[in-house]
Structure formats: structure tokens, C-alpha cells
């Protein structure tokens, strides 16, 4: 072989592998090269219509999404009161199978396909209905298979169901500002997270476990009937061809490792959540001062949702969730340390924050990778892989803490998981741009 030629097939591969890295840059950033709808037109990327049914999500997202954020006191709450003597592991197991953890993303591996094939209001409908029945039926619960059919199982299908298609609806009306949409409609599951906490607290106390859940039956009922009225897709649907649950998105690189970097985060993002207010407790901390932590921390996610989500729009949704998520990891680590009311209340703030910027902008990337008529199937194949890491997280780091009496182990699991996260966040970057360098 002559020098010329192994020249020429140097130059050759290496312009292959420059157009394969530029395919993927584009594919990831079609957000600002996909040509607009014939009919349609281009995102409208705000309007009266447009915001209305960003808040229509945000209503949705707070009764769903913003009522399960609330686990946490409902955990401290059935430890003490209802399910006593049952392990803290198998009471987080409701928790895990509902919502905040497992059945809000692992519906949406058909439900993605659902809105992808034009249905919204229907299933929302359908769903909204079961989630105020069952709220009503926990009121009668009395023991541990009770809570786990309608609290667990029930209620976290129905939030899934809903959670699905309302991932889909932000990209079809913003494209620029989708980052600002997301946090936008996000922060309903912060008002959620904040307000349902001290509202089942203080309810308890004054009208009755049973009077707490009607009541918050039919904020459900008035939160869901405000998100059936306004949330709507924008574009019609494209018809599909191929099988009704596609795989082949698993076949891009980035995708994958995005889906990988989610299942791991989600083994530990959730597990300070889920026991900031009870370990505070365990440590001499005022039971009726440490449920707020869970509050604390939620309101201060809403600070990082809209931060997140404004930033992103300029930087890229990578660039703002990968700092983020290590400080998450990094607050995960010392937050079993914190023995006092002052840095039980620093972790809450700055955990918060860093949370919610990951949390807000998790569907984000996954929106850039492909087209806007197929985002449903895609964002749902992406929470169907959140699921499993979901479901796991906080049983295991419960189970830890129940073989060792302490939270320092559960802290170093729940840390590392989402230490690792943040690595897979570095190689999804890597794989997108070639580099570390750039809008992602």
C-alpha cells in the first residue's frame, strides 16, 4: 500500500468519524434546526395558549408529582402512628411503588406512544378520576396492604399515566425557551412538595388522619379538573408504522448513556427526601420542627427549577444539570453529619436547589434527541428506565439503615449512586460534542 493511499484512507475514516460526531451534534440540537409544521407553523414559544397550558402541566404535575414529593411526612407519620412496628424499609416500599420513585416514570413506556398517537384528554381524565378515588379510599386504610394498593400501587399508575403525557406537552408549544417551560411547569411539584407536607401535618393533628386525606381529595379534584381544561398537544400526530413500543432510540449512543446516567442518579437522588425529617428526629431533633425539613426542601427546589431551567436555555441542559447533580451527591454524602437544627436546615436549602435543577431539566435532553412528533415515546422509554433505578433506591438505602442503625451508610450509598450519575452525565456530553467544551 502506498503512502498516498493509507493517507487517503486516514483522511477517509477520519471524515467519518466527524460526520458521525456531527449527525449526533445534530440530532441532540434539532430543538433549534427541526423546520416547523407546514400547518402548524413554529413554536409559538409563549402566547396566552401556550402558557395556559404550561400552567395546566404545573397543576398536574402538583397534584401528582407534588403529592408524592410529600412521601417523606406520610413515611414519618406511619412509622409513628399507623404501621407501627413495621420496618422503615417496608413501609418505604409504598413510597417506591407509588410515585415519587417508581410508577410516575414506568408507565410511560406505552403512555409515550399513547400521546405520541394523539390522545390527551381521555387518559388524562381517566387517570385525574382514579387518583381522587383512591385519595378518598386511603382515608379507610387502616393496614399495611391497604396503603400499598391504593396509596402505592392505584395512585402511582394514575400519577404515571398522567406524568407521561404531560412530559410530551412543553416541547410542543416552546422550542428556545423549553428549559423555562420545564422549570415553569416543575414547579408544581415544589408548591406541591411544599405546601401538602404541612398541610397533612397540621391537618392530622386538628381533624383526623381520615378528614386529612378527603380534604386533600378534593384539592386533588380542583388542581386535576384545572389541567384536564387546559393542557392540550399543539401539533397533530404523525402516523406511525412501525411497532407500538420502539426500542431502536437505545441505539444512539448519548441516549443511552443519558437513560444509564438516570437509572443510577435515581438509586440515590431521592433517599435524603425520603428520610431527611426522620433522621432528624432520631437525633434529638423537635418532631414538630423536623417534618419542615421535607417543606424547606422542596420550597428551595422550586429556587433551582426555574434557575435551572433559564440557564439551560443558554447553556445547555447538560451543562446545568451535571454541577448540580454533584453537588446533590456531594449534600447526599453529609447530610447523616448534620446533627444539629442549623445544618439540618443548610442541607434542606442546598439540597433542594441542587435537586431541583436535575429534577426540573430531567426530560430535557432526552427532548433534544430526536424529533418533536415522537417526543412521547422517547421521553417515556427514558422514565421507564428511571423506574427501575426509582423502585430500588429508597428500600435499599432503608435496608441499609436497618442492618446498621445508623444513616452514615446510607448516606456513602445513596452519595456514590449519585456520584456515578454525574460521570455518565460527563460521557453522555463527551459523546454528544466529541469534547467537554460547549453548549449541551
Same mark, same amino acid.
Given at each position: 500500500?502506498?503512502?498516498? *493511499?493509507?493517507?487517503?484512507?486516514?483522511?477517509?475514516?477520519?471524515?467519518?468519524?466527524?460526520?458521525?460526531?456531527?449527525? =449526533?451534534?445534530?440530532?441532540?440540537?434539532? =430543538?433549534?434546526?427541526?423546520?416547523?409544521?407546514?400547518?402548524?407553523?413554529?413554536?409559538? %414559544? /409563549?402566547?396566552?395558549?401556550?402558557?395556559?397550558?404550561?400552567? @395546566?402541566?404545573?397543576?398536574?404535575?402538583?397534584?401528582?408529582?407534588?403529592?408524592?414529593?410529600?412521601?417523606?411526612?406520610?413515611?414519618?407519620?406511619? *412509622?409513628?402512628?399507623?404501621?407501627?412496628?413495621?420496618?422503615?424499609?417496608?413501609?418505604?416500599? $409504598?413510597?417506591?411503588?407509588?410515585?415519587?420513585?417508581?410508577?410516575?416514570? !414506568?408507565? @410511560?413506556?406505552?403512555?409515550?406512544?399513547?400521546? %405520541?398517537?394523539?390522545?390527551?384528554?381521555?387518559?388524562?381524565?381517566?387517570?385525574?378520576? $382514579?387518583?381522587?378515588?383512591?385519595?378518598?379510599?386511603?382515608?379507610?386504610?387502616?393496614?399495611?396492604?391497604?396503603?400499598?394498593?391504593? *396509596?402505592?400501587?392505584?395512585?402511582?399508575?394514575?400519577?404515571?399515566?398522567?406524568?407521561?403525557?404531560?412530559?410530551?406537552?412543553?416541547?410542543?408549544?416552546?422550542?428556545?425557551?423549553?428549559?423555562?417551560?420545564?422549570?415553569?411547569?416543575?414547579? /408544581?411539584?415544589?408548591?406541591?412538595?411544599? +405546601?401538602?407536607?404541612?398541610?397533612?401535618?397540621?391537618?392530622?393533628?386538628?381533624?383526623?388522619?381520615?378528614?386529612?386525606?378527603?380534604? !386533600?381529595?378534593?384539592?386533588?379534584?380542583?388542581?386535576?379538573?384545572? *389541567?384536564?381544561?387546559?393542557?392540550?398537544?399543539?401539533?397533530?400526530?404523525?402516523?406511525?408504522?412501525?411497532?407500538?413500543?420502539?426500542?431502536?432510540?437505545?441505539?444512539?449512543?448519548?441516549?443511552?448513556?443519558?437513560?444509564?446516567?438516570?437509572?443510577?442518579?435515581?438509586?440515590?437522588?431521592?433517599?435524603?427526601?425520603?428520610?431527611? %425529617?426522620?433522621?432528624?428526629?432520631?437525633?434529638?431533633?423537635?418532631?414538630?420542627?423536623?417534618?419542615?425539613?421535607?417543606?424547606?426542601?422542596?420550597?428551595?427546589?422550586?429556587?433551582?427549577?426555574?434557575?435551572?431551567?433559564? !440557564?439551560?436555555?443558554?447553556?445547555?441542559?447538560?451543562?446545568?444539570?451535571?454541577?448540580?447533580?454533584?453537588?446533590?451527591?456531594?449534600?447526599?454524602?453529609?447530610?447523616?453529619?448534620?446533627?444539629?437544627?442549623?445544618?439540618?436546615?443548610?442541607?434542606?436549602?442546598?439540597?433542594?436547589?441542587?435537586?431541583?435543577?436535575?429534577?426540573?431539566?430531567?426530560?430535557?435532553?432526552? =427532548?433534544?434527541?430526536?424529533?418533536?412528533? %415522537?417526543?412521547?415515546?422517547?421521553?417515556?422509554?427514558?422514565?421507564?428506565?428511571?423506574?427501575?433505578?426509582?423502585?430500588?433506591?429508597?428500600? $435499599?438505602?432503608?435496608? $441499609?439503615?436497618?442492618?446498621?442503625?445508623?444513616?452514615?451508610?446510607?448516606?456513602?450509598?445513596?452519595?456514590?449512586? =449519585?456520584?456515578?450519575? +454525574?460521570?455518565?452525565?460527563?460521557?453522555?456530553?463527551?459523546?454528544?460534542?466529541?469534547?467537554?467544551?460547549?453548549?449541551?
Amino acid at each position: 500500500m502506498s503512502r498516498r *493511499q493509507s493517507i487517503d484512507d486516514f483522511q477517509d475514516e477520519k471524515k467519518s468519524v466527524d460526520q458521525e460526531k456531527q449527525a =449526533v451534534r445534530s440530532e441532540v440540537d434539532n =430543538v433549534d434546526t427541526e423546520a416547523p409544521h407546514p400547518q402548524y407553523g413554529e413554536h409559538p %414559544d /409563549g402566547g396566552l395558549r401556550a402558557w395556559l397550558a404550561i400552567a @395546566g402541566c404545573a397543576a398536574g404535575v402538583c397534584a401528582t408529582f407534588g403529592l408524592v414529593n410529600a412521601w417523606g411526612v406520610f413515611q414519618a407519620y406511619y *412509622q409513628e402512628e399507623v404501621l407501627v412496628g413495621t420496618s422503615p424499609s417496608t413501609i418505604a416500599w $409504598i413510597g417506591s411503588i407509588q410515585a415519587s420513585y417508581a410508577l410516575v416514570f !414506568l408507565p @410511560g413506556l406505552v403512555v409515550g406512544r399513547i400521546f %405520541d398517537m394523539g390522545w390527551t384528554k381521555l387518559p388524562l381524565s381517566l387517570a385525574s378520576a $382514579i387518583i381522587v378515588t383512591v385519595t378518598f379510599l386511603t382515608a379507610e386504610c387502616t393496614k399495611y396492604w391497604h396503603f400499598l394498593l391504593c *396509596q402505592g400501587i392505584a395512585l402511582g399508575l394514575s400519577c404515571g399515566v398522567i406524568f407521561g403525557i404531560l412530559m410530551g406537552v412543553p416541547a410542543h408549544w416552546f422550542k428556545h425557551r423549553l428549559g423555562f417551560a420545564l422549570g415553569v411547569m416543575a414547579l /408544581g411539584s415544589s408548591l406541591g412538595g411544599t +405546601c401538602f407536607p404541612i398541610a397533612v401535618r397540621n391537618l392530622v393533628d386538628r381533624v383526623g388522619f381520615q378528614w386529612t386525606m378527603r380534604i !386533600l381529595g378534593f384539592i386533588e379534584m380542583a388542581l386535576l379538573s384545572f *389541567q384536564i381544561a387546559t393542557v392540550e398537544r399543539r401539533l397533530p400526530p404523525k402516523k406511525h408504522t412501525g411497532p407500538f413500543i420502539d426500542f431502536s432510540a437505545f441505539r444512539s449512543l448519548p441516549f443511552s448513556l443519558y437513560c444509564c446516567s438516570s437509572f443510577v442518579a435515581f438509586l440515590g437522588i431521592y433517599t435524603v427526601l425520603t428520610y431527611i %425529617d426522620v433522621s432528624a428526629s432520631s437525633k434529638g431533633i423537635d418532631p414538630d420542627f423536623s417534618f419542615y425539613l421535607l417543606a424547606i426542601a422542596n420550597a428551595c427546589s422550586a429556587v433551582g427549577r426555574i434557575t435551572g431551567g433559564l !440557564l439551560s436555555d443558554h447553556l445547555g441542559p447538560l451543562t446545568v444539570m451535571t454541577p448540580a447533580t454533584f453537588v446533590a451527591g456531594i449534600l447526599t454524602y453529609a447530610w447523616p453529619f448534620a446533627n444539629t437544627t442549623g445544618s439540618n436546615i443548610a442541607i434542606a436549602i442546598i439540597y433542594g436547589g441542587a435537586s431541583g435543577v436535575y429534577v426540573s431539566l430531567l426530560a430535557a435532553p432526552v =427532548v433534544r434527541m430526536g424529533k418533536t412528533h %415522537d417526543v412521547g415515546v422517547r421521553v417515556g422509554m427514558s422514565m421507564t428506565v428511571v423506574a427501575i433505578g426509582a423502585v430500588a433506591g429508597p428500600p $435499599i438505602s432503608g435496608a $441499609i439503615n436497618a442492618a446498621t442503625g445508623t444513616y452514615k451508610y446510607t448516606g456513602i450509598y445513596a452519595g456514590s449512586a =449519585v456520584m456515578v450519575a +454525574c460521570c455518565f452525565l460527563l460521557a453522555t456530553r463527551y459523546s454528544i460534542l466529541g469534547r467537554m467544551r460547549g453548549k449541551c
